[in-house]
């Protein structure tokens, strides 16, 4: 049964000198306003954490970093956070935005290579997001070709974890369009509450 549930936020936020921590993951738009993806991160993740606390006591949550922290700590840093909990009672699951070309939308999950523990957790959130997704006609960036809805990498997060792990691509912050969503409270709180709808689904079936 899972009793620890660790949150990652990814990259980092802004000091207390008004510096992005982290080197790169931002965009600057025409209009000159720029998305910072750790803050974006920490936006949906501290929403997805006060969700998940509505949970009984049978489950404990655990952030690497916590919202209002602007480190950016290590990846193996948030490695060893998960690693210290038993790997059977645990899940990973870090948030991410995206970015490429100022013109990709859309969602994406992805665990590692091959049939995975994580593989079911994934499924579990995408089938969450799907229909939230689908009424504001977002794009699902879905891998179909083995049969589910992930896409597969090797990031250290994922790879180095004992417990089933998965990492968020909820939208792409250099994208105007995806960057209003998510300036916009009640899309985060929407979809903080779906990640966490898919969370709890997982847990109800592996109890």
Known sequence: MIKYIVLDFGH???D???NYTTRGKKHTFP????AY????NRR???????FLRMLDDDYTIITTVDENDPRDLSLSYRVRVANQYPASQTLFISIHNNAFNSRARGFEIYTTRGVTRSDALAESIANAIEPFYKDLQLK?????????????AEF???RR????????????????EDFALLKDPEFVKDLSWRIFVGIRNYLEANR
Not at 37 to 40: K, M
Not at 161 to 176: G, I
């Open 161 to 176: 974890t004992a417990c089933p792990a998965v990492l968020l691509e909820c939208l792409f912050f250099d994208n105007a």
């Open 140 to 152: 699902l960036r879905y891998d179909l070709s083995d049969g589910d809805k992930d896409k597969e």
């Open 16 to 18: 207390e000198n008004g």
């Open 44 to 50: 949906i993740g501290g929403m997805v954490r006060a």
């Open 12 to 14: 980092g936020g802004i």
């Open 31 to 34: 209009n000159g306003e720029t």
């Open 156 to 158: 250290y997060v994922l």
């Open 37 to 40: 993806e750790g803050v974006i």
